[in-house]
């Protein structure tokens, strides 16, 4: 018999665990919020949860730093024990086992045949792919045959960091070992890419978390990521956005414009090219992110942002065009016409990329929008 129908369900686990309904729902609720769902959609996922039985999890680690393990380690809601006791079984993971060697692959083994087509498989790393993948071996194999093999009976793969997903610092330029991102070594197969060097510890949760209430991949964006937690720009949700739109740029790191807060975009900030949650989950329990910590967005969870120039120079102008967004340049003109002129002066109109749209419906208006009125 197959191991998921012997697996207890989520409701009769957390009965054993001697954990409360109550406490349940209010740990459902915090999730619901992070998913960026209905407050009435909170009930609906505890019962669906209640009644789901735990998906198997293989989590494989190619080349990487270790940084997305470090930091799913890290993911506050739901904790990384409530995640692995609770709500997935982790039955192979190299790094957090305690089994090793050949017991070790013998457990994944077993989890494999055992839920066949049906298992997750996480992987983080990019897979060197050059002279036959010799560049990542384990237990007398490569990378790629690992990969294959593991790949074969999954339901889905969710790459967590940017090299699972996009080739990250191994595939950076001269690339020496050929290193590959998942989604372009695993033809066929329903791939989620949680980017980010490394992602953002809940996003990481969020995304398994959605996988195993709804039982399906979620809504992607261009480039195969969970758009609950991909649709906006780091730009977009960014606290600094206020000075942006008025022209107010930091110049150095030790300027007035820096210790006034004023926008990074001058010292190389990637935010608006950078889709992401950092600015709004943010990091170590939602205490501060990059950009509020005075240092620009690198830019971390885009293909190729290793081979995009110095972190510290700013974007060039061509790509505010393709954003449908204004240039700094033009934003400091228009914020200048608007004070000398008092005139209406269409900001609105220049203004519009879709996602600003939608931002402009959830959250108050900014300054040049007011002054666009008067
Ligand atoms: Fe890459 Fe992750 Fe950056 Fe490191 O597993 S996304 S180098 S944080 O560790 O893969």
Not at 45 to 71: D, K
């Amino acid at each position: 018999m197959a191991r998921l129908e012997l697996e207890p369900t989520i409701g009769e686990l957390l009965d054993r665990q001697g954990v409360s309904r109550r406490s349940f729902f209010k740990y459902c609720t915090a999730m619901a919020s992070l998913l960026a769902l209905p407050p009435l959609a909170a009930r609906a996922m505890a019962e669906q949860l209640l009644a789901a039985r735990r998906p198997s999890v293989i989590y494989l680690s190619f080349q990487e730093c270790t940084g997305c393990l470090e930091s799913l380690t890290r993911s506050f809601a739901p904790t990384i024990e409530n995640l692995i006791f609770n709500v997935v079984s982790l039955d192979y993971d190299d790094t957090l086992m305690a089994a090793a060697g050949a017991q070790a692959e013998q457990a994944r083994e077993q989890a494999m045949r055992a839920n066949y087509g049906k298992y997750l498989l996480v992987v983080d790393g990019a897979v060197p792919t050059g002279d036959g993948g010799v560049y990542h071996c384990a237990a007398g194999r490569t990378g790629l045959d690992i990969l294959a093999t593991c790949a074969k009976g999954a339901a889905a793969i969710v790459c967590v960091g940017t090299c699972a997903s996009f080739g990250g610092l191994p595939s950076a330029d001269p690339n020496p070992t050929d290193a590959r991102a998942i989604s372009t070594l695993v033809p066929g197969k329903p791939v989620v890419n949680v980017s980010g060097c490394p992602p953002i510890p809940e996003v990481i949760a969020g995304t398994l978390l959605q996988y195993v209430t709804s039982g399906r991949v979620p809504d992607l964006d261009e480039h195969l990521r969970p758009t609950v937690f991909f649709g906006n720009s780091i730009h977009d949700r960014c606290y600094r956005r206020p000075f942006y739109d008025q022209g107010k740029f930091a110049k150095t790191f030790d300027d007035a414009g820096a210790r006034n807060g004023w926008c990074l975009y001058e010292l190389g900030c990637k935010g608006p090219t950078t889709y992401n949650a950092c600015a709004t989950v943010k990091w170590n329990n939602a205490v501060s992110f990059p950009i509020q910590s005075g240092h620009p967005c690198l830019g971390c969870a885009e293909p190729d942002f290793w081979d995009h120039g110095s972190f510290y120079s700013p974007i060039p102008s061509p790509r505010w065009g393709k954003a449908g967004e204004v240039s700094p340049a033009q934003a400091g003109a228009i914020a200048a016409g608007a004070a000398v002129a008092g005139a209406a002066i269409g900001v609105g109109s220049v203004l519009l990329g879709r996602r600003r749209i939608a931002r402009r419906q959830q959250e108050p208006k900014s300054q040049s929008d007011k002054g666009n009125e008067e």
